[in-house]
């Protein structure tokens, strides 16, 4: 043999003495780095806050704070996901599906980037997803950007146009007394119940959409409504459904100044709180009664 | 070039035209002619299973609307000649692009009557409006759950008594679209998104596929228990191809 050759099989049987591991390695990580290495450029637009899944930031944060629940590859199958049961514990959210409850937008569209950074931050009451305030303002715009690089849909469709909310009018009887007819007509009473603790006739019943059993909101259980607790996170909640659950959007069938009228209704369904102090003395003065269930029901 | 040039000139001209006019309209008298259709009937055989009654008591406006008729669940729908109601068929392979994009303008119904879907099963092509209305003195809810993946979207909307019609589309085939309605748990209906021409048997399971041009063609049948059975058929023009098809019960 001359001595090129040899000199050949010297330098690549050195090679091939680093790239089998190399290979190795590359093959167990493969899956894991996949995800991590090859995020595409998703970003996130919050006021003039630019998220970026890409930071580097964002990967560890994710790791440390969500992948417990949500999981590495964001369907909501964490280790702990297991232990959650619903109906009293949800399930952690499946971004692939990109369908959430929480949304200023329309059912069957996909939420703005602020509703999601404002969900991170505010928690889901009666869940096991904690209001996350260890997070800066840069960091949670880059989670939401890593939420969203997890279903192909924020690629190809845009996000919802947020409904329009007019401004709340005044607390006034008339508009409390009309928002009790509102709950009668659209039939709120059906799983909320009459007096809105949850028990009416289809509430133990209520599935959702991946079939687990799922709880209508207890207005006099004390705890907050879901997507926020202030007049207006109400008014949407009715006004653009909650996606993935039984909550139906009322948008067609109830006008937005009526809306105004149920959201006070509402306020006289929970117990005193610092949002509800007119809507109570109101519903004080008006002596308002539950309405008849079994009158509603012939 | 002389005078006589220009009469010859024109004179071809004109006949050309007038030939290749008259070969458009011929051709397109043709197609409409040639399209046959596929026909035929799906049966159960076996003993049907046995649907269960349904209890509406959560809503008493339901229970009335069933006073002298009482109620049972859909799933399995035969007719005493064994014919099964509410199977899909629509054409799986052979057919063109430019006819899988066809999207008829017909707006199918969905209609929440007696706390039940009429039809408990509608067919409808992608993009093809569909319109979803209420019979009824009670509220529902309308909740399709496609899976977000394939591009459909889940919605969820209530339709209060006289609530106007809600009109929507698909984006993207899905065999099938479970619907239902969360206040009555019973209700349970399917939006079945298919490509190309389509048929639904009726109350004897019988079945016609209109509009189909001449060719060769797989044919499949849907029912939301006994899932899919195919067929290869060959459509003449202006001729009715035959496809039966049995699903066994279990």
Redesign the interface.
């Known amino acids: 043999m001359n001595a090129n050759l040899i000199r050949w099989l010297r330098v690549l049987s050195v090679l091939g003495f680093f790239a089998v591991p190399t290979l190795v390695w590359a093959q167990i990580t493969q899956y894991q780095q996949e995800e991590w290495l090859h995020t595409p450029a998703v970003t996130s637009h919050i006021g003039n806050i630019t998220g970026n899944a890409n930071s580097e930031r964002v990967k560890y944060d994710y790791r440390r704070y969500c992948v417990g629940c949500h999981g590495d590859l964001g369907d909501g199958n964490g280790e702990n996901a297991i232990w959650f049961q619903p109906p009293e514990f949800p399930k952690p959210r499946d971004f692939e599906l990109a369908v959430f409850k929480c949304r200023s937008t329309p059912t069957g569209t996909l939420p703005t980037d602020e509703d999601l950074f404002d969900t991170i931050a505010r928690g889901l009451d009666r869940s096991n997803m904690p209001p996350w305030n260890t997070f800066t303002k840069q960091q949670r715009a880059d989670l939401v950007a890593w939420i969203k690089h997890y279903s192909p849909r924020w690629q190809t469709e845009k996000a919802g146009t947020p409904i329009q909310i007019p401004t709340e009018p005044e607390i006034t009887p008339e508009r409390v007394k009309a928002g009790q007819d509102v709950y009668a007509r659209v039939q709120c009473w059906k799983c909320h119940g009459v007096t809105g603790e949850a028990n009416g006739p289809s509430a133990s019943t209520l599935t959702n959409d991946l079939n687990q059993p799922i709880l209508p909101y207890n207005f006099g259980s004390g705890s907050r409504p879901i997507c926020g607790s202030t007049d207006r996170d109400i008014y949407r909640i009715f006004m653009t459904g909650l996606d993935g659950t039984p909550m139906p959007s009322f948008a067609d069938n109830i006008k937005p100044d009526e809306a105004w009228d149920l959201v006070f209704f509402l306020r006289t369904l929970q117990p005193h709180n610092e949002f509800n102090k007119r809507e109570k003395e109101i519903a004080k003065q008006l002596n308002l009664k539950p309405l008849n269930a079994m009158k509603l029901s012939q | 070039m002389n005078a006589q040039h220009h009469r010859k000139l024109a004179a071809t001209m004109l006949s050309l035209l007038l030939i290749g006019t008259a070969t458009l309209l011929v051709r397109q008298k043709v197609s409409a002619a040639g399209e046959g259709s596929i026909t035929g009937s799906v049966k159960l055989s076996g003993t049907p299973p046995h649907m269960r009654g349904i209890d509406m008591s959560?809503?008493?406006?339901c229970v009335k609307q069933h006073e002298n008729s009482p109620v049972k669940l859909e799933n399995v729908v035969v007719s005493s000649g064994g014919g099964l109601e509410n199977v899909v068929l629509y054409i799986s392979e052979g057919l063109s692009s430019a006819e899988l994009s066809a999207v008829p303008s017909a707006e199918p119904v969905f209609d929440q009557k007696g706390c039940m879907y009429t039809p408990h099963v509608l067919a409808m092509d992608v993009s093809q409006k569909y319109k979803v209305i209420t019979s009824d003195q009670?509220?529902h809810?309308?909740?399709p759950?496609p899976n977000?993946?394939t591009?459909n979207?889940?919605?969820?909307?209530?339709?209060?008594p006289g609530?106007?019609p809600?009109v929507k589309s698909w984006k993207a085939e899905e065999v099938a679209i479970p619907v239902k309605c969360?206040?009555?748990?019973w209700m349970h209906g399917w939006f079945v998104v298919v490509k190309g021409p389509y048929a639904t048997t009726d109350d004897s399971g019988s079945y016609t596929i209109k509009g189909v041009p001449p060719g060769t063609y797989t044919v499949t049948a849907w029912q939301e228990e006994y899932g899919k059975q195919t067929a290869k058929v060959t459509v003449a023009a202006g001729q009715a191809a035959k496809a039966d098809f049995t699903f066994k019960a279990k």
């Open positions: 959560k809503d008493p406006y009670t509220t809810n309308i909740h759950l977000p993946l591009g979207i889940p919605w969820n909307e209530s339709q209060p609530a106007p809600i969360n206040i009555h748990p």
